[in-house]
């Protein structure tokens, strides 16, 4: 960079003629507010050290669709901090709809399976929504999310909050200003390029002025309010994509940020964002266990340092309390004991980052016993080299490296209908290993297996997973 004075030296004349038009254009604006010059100051590079394992938390979405009180989620807080947050837990995530404003909308609509259209929001003169004031009362008096961040921080955990891509339609049809700038909502907005699966939102248009100072001013405020993790959704394009990671990383302050993309090149998904879903929404149904398979096995190719593709929530413990999908209300997972061990497995064995969607404190004793298996857990936390080494007529063979060692993790998975247990095999080569004595240790039981010779066998209920490590 020039020095001040040498290059002021150089441009006199150049800055004398460029002052005269900027005086102009000053004495034209009077009384304007000051339009924020984008790209002004160079912002940082994505912090991957923010997410060098796979985030692991909790989302409302699964047990409250978009109907969650701030009630709920301290008391999902206060049980993270007291079951799960030693393990490394630490996400408390509110989903979609925050800022819906329940005086005017009647929440339990959605138990019908149907997301109101254009619901009135709490929304603030810049066009940035707002907690809705009856289900978080903490927000009252300008306050936002800053006192449920406060008391989640003060349990040792972080906050994160869900964001649908684009403006809202009530901020465009009042035609409200983007906060720095001089600029009014409908000038940046796109009508035809919002949401297609919720009529609440426009697309921005991202070569308008003012674009990119929506985008920041929301960061911006996500940032006083203490905020460490944002679920984007519904990111169709990429030029949104970069606005939203920009601003972000422009906020002044550490976030994690985790996308629904829909058909975005990987490369710009690792270069933007920590966490990228890799598909549809997924619930406790057997098929959608299945098909989440080759989805892994695809996924784990693109994991690259901070960066984490995403099978999206748990469906364990409790779900539906205020939602009817895929299942009755207020239902215990439909996963049976085995599936819910191939659930976890798959997503162990995987790297998939662990975001529970149960509500936390109705957790049954059965989906709280694997939850908390810290042998089992450590795959997900500390292993590498993640692969699919086997797919034969539903028997499922995954591995993985533990760093620094000779040791491997393996997980053996059955997905037929069989009535007996079916009974896995891997080699020693198959795992990359050159010696012809292992022992392995079966992580899900906490047992001793014994020591084995070139391979091992092992038994696999239907629906069922077995998770070991070999050393």
Not at 103 to 126: C, L, N
Request: aromatic content about 12%; charged content about 20%; some cysteine.
């Amino acid at each position: 960079m020039l020095g001040v004075k040498h290059f002021f030296r150089k441009h006199t004349k150049e800055i004398l003629k460029k002052s005269l038009v900027i005086l102009v254009v000053l004495v034209i604006n009077k009384g304007a507010k000051a339009q924020v010059i984008e790209g002004e100051k160079p912002v940082p590079a994505l912090n991957k050290a923010l997410a060098v394992k796979p985030p692991m938390g909790w989302n409302s979405w699964d047990g409250f669709g978009w109907a969650v009180t701030e009630k709920e989620v301290r008391a999902a807080a206060d049980y993270m901090a007291k079951n799960l947050k030693h393990l490394g837990y630490e996400y408390i995530v509110v989903d979609m709809l925050w800022y819906g404003d329940s005086a005017a909308v009647q929440f339990e609509d959605f138990v019908q399976e149907t997301i109101p259209t254009k619901p009135t929001y709490h929304i603030d003169e810049y066009a940035r929504l707002w907690p809705d004031e009856k289900r978080f009362p903490s927000s009252k008096n300008g306050q936002g999310f800053k006192g449920l961040a406060d008391y989640i921080h003060g349990l040792g955990l972080k906050f994160g909050v869900h964001l649908l891509r684009g403006i809202p339609w009530q901020a465009v049809d009042n035609n409200l200003i983007i906060l720095g700038t001089n600029i009014k909502a409908a000038s940046i907005a796109q009508p035809d390029k919002g949401c297609e699966w919720y009529d609440g939102f426009y697309g921005v248009d991202m070569s308008k002025p003012g674009a990119q100072a929506y985008y920041n001013s929301i960061f911006k405020l996500y940032a006083q309010w203490g905020i460490d993790f944002v679920k984007a959704d519904d990111i169709t394009n990429v030029a949104e994509l970069e606005a939203i990671s920009k601003a972000s990383r422009a906020s002044g302050r550490d976030m994690v940020l985790s996308v629904v993309p829909e058909d975005l090149p990987i490369e710009k998904l690792q270069e933007n964002v920590h966490m990228a879903r890799t598909g549809l929404d997924f619930w406790d149904v057997w098929e959608m266990l299945k098909r989440g398979f080759p989805v892994a096995n695809k996924a784990v190719k693109n994991q690259v340092s901070g960066f984490w593709p995403d099978l999206d929530m748990l469906p364990i413990g409790k779900l539906g309390l205020k939602i009817s999908y895929k299942g009755p209300n207020a239902r215990i997972s439909n996963f049976t004991k085995p599936e819910l061990q191939t659930l976890l497995t798959l997503w162990y064995i995987s790297r998939m980052p662990l975001m529970i969607g149960g509500y936390l404190p109705q957790t049954d004793a059965y989906s709280q016993s694997l939850l908390q298996n810290k042998a089992a857990l450590q795959v997900n936390r500390n292993s590498t080299n993640n692969r699919q080494i086997k797919f034969r007529n539903a028997h499922v063979a995954w591995a993985a490296d533990i760093p620094a060692s000779n040791e491997k993790y393996v997980a053996f998975f059955n997905q037929w209908e069989s009535v007996k247990p079916i009974k896995h095999s891997i080699t020693w080569k198959q795992l990359g290993l050159t010696g012809t004595k292992y022992k392995v240790r079966d992580l899900w039981n906490n047992k001793e297996l014994g020591e084995f010779t070139n391979g091992f066998t092992a038994p696999v209920v239907a629906h069922g997973a077995g998770l070991f490590k070999v050393y």
